[in-house]
């Protein structure tokens, strides 16, 4: 099975652009499809983003568009999240996660957590004002 691990949170100031990254270990890369969520003190886990397992497919959550950018590199074994212009509500715990599969579903199928089997511990990240 798959092994996650993100790293590239921290505390930054709102307009920042950070990147953040999840690296996979134990199983062949390529072979899954990754997404990454967020979660809030006090609130659910929230869909950000999802990738098919060849990059070819995306979709990112509605109220995101334009601001998040998922990506990956299945030479390198990781998957990263680029986040324009930082805002404080953006302040979470960013996971990522991975489900084995070569079929690509439209429309909300990724948004919930249960399609996904794989998590990371996650990478905290805190937006200054």
């Known amino acids: 099975q798959v092994q996650l691990v993100e790293s590239g949170g921290g505390l930054v100031q709102a307009g920042d652009s950070p990147r953040l990254s999840c690296a996979a270990s134990g199983d062949t890369f390529s072979d899954y499809t990754m997404g990454w969520f967020r979660q809030a003190p006090g609130k659910e886990r929230e869909f950000v983003a999802a990738i098919s397992w060849g990059g070819r497919w995306t979709i990112c959550a509605d109220s995101l568009k334009g601001r998040f950018t998922i990506s990956r590199d299945n030479a390198k074994n990781t998957m990263y999240l680029q986040i324009d212009s930082l805002k404080p509500e953006d302040t979470a715990t960013y996971y990522c996660?991975?489900?084995?599969?070569?079929?690509?579903?439209?429309?909300?199928?990724?948004?919930?957590?249960?399609?996904?089997?794989?998590w990371g511990q996650g990478t905290q990240v805190t937006v200054s004002s």
């Open positions: 996660a991975a489900v084995r599969g070569d079929t690509w579903y439209t429309g909300n199928y990724y948004y919930s957590p249960d399609r996904f089997d794989y």
